[in-house]
């Protein structure tokens, strides 16, 4: 399944812990590349942060669908009954319609819902398949499109593309299996104060900048670090700081987006969208790392196409 069960842009649910508490990576599978999580608590008092994580499950793709599958199919109200999500992966992958799926991936949603009962209602739908994890299991069903679910904790909720991705994850969560590193950069951004932020680790063969892309930015970088942060005026901040393997090729990135802005200067007549903001934005380059920062308004985000 390709674009399904992903919830992006984006902290891991740690066992035993109550729902204010921040996510902590001991249970990120160690072969995640890329990771991502949105912080609701703390994204439901900040306007712009609220905006954005509710237009990400309204029209990304791979969002629109997971969140299909739990408001329409368990009566799970999004944002309003989620509390935290994280979504890790080993990587992404283009695909034949120019879109974006991830390998191996799965989720974990933390929020106000009643696992026993979904439970229930997976077993007693048609198609319905379990499969065993350790001593836990994980099932699903016709109605959710090829995704798996498990409940390992009160009130969390794990969603995998896979009957293997889902028992990977829950072998990691029961610490049977390896995490990631408390060095690693996805480490650092699950626990960080930032209700939304995102890691693509690179460097090992993988194109994520070019694949994220879609050509448009032609080379891969050995780390992409994406997080958004807001104010107390409501002007939220999204930094994304991309790191190559060579300081020229981070000048040539650093120079692709500058002229991309301009390009964006050309064609701001009419075009709905961020366009002005985007021009707007600070592009720096600092040895092998390129830094792009934009900020955006509640208001701002309302010109986006639905």
Sequence with gaps: MKNTVTLALAAILTAHVALSQSFQPQVVPASSK??????????????????????????????????????????????????????????????????????????????????????????????????????????????????????????????????EAAKAALGVYDKTAPSISPTSPIAAELVSQAPLAAVAIGGDGSSNLKILTHGVIPADADLIVARVTEDASGTATAKVEMTFPSAETADKIYKTINGLKLLAAFNANGVEGLVQEFMAANVAVDGNKVTFQMNVTAADLAKLKK
């Design 34 to 163: 890329v990771a991502a999580k949105i912080d609701f608590d703390k994204t439901r008092s900040l306007p712009t942060c609220n905006a954005l994580a509710t237009w990400l499950f309204a029209n990304v793709d791979f969002m629109r669908q997971e969140g299909a599958i739990l408001s329409k199919s368990m009566g799970i109200t999004i944002p309003d009954d989620l509390s935290a999500l994280v979504v890790f992966s080993d990587g992404f992958a283009p695909t034949a319609n120019n879109t974006v799926s991830v390998k191996n991936s799965s989720s974990y949603v933390r929020g106000k819902f009643d696992e026993a009962r979904i439970d229930k209602a997976i077993r007693a739908a048609p198609g319905f398949k379990s499969a065993k994890a350790g001593s836990r299991e994980a099932v699903t069903a016709t109605f959710s499109r090829g995704a798996w679910f498990a409940f390992p904790e009160k009130s969390t909720m794990l969603v995998s593309s896979g009957s």
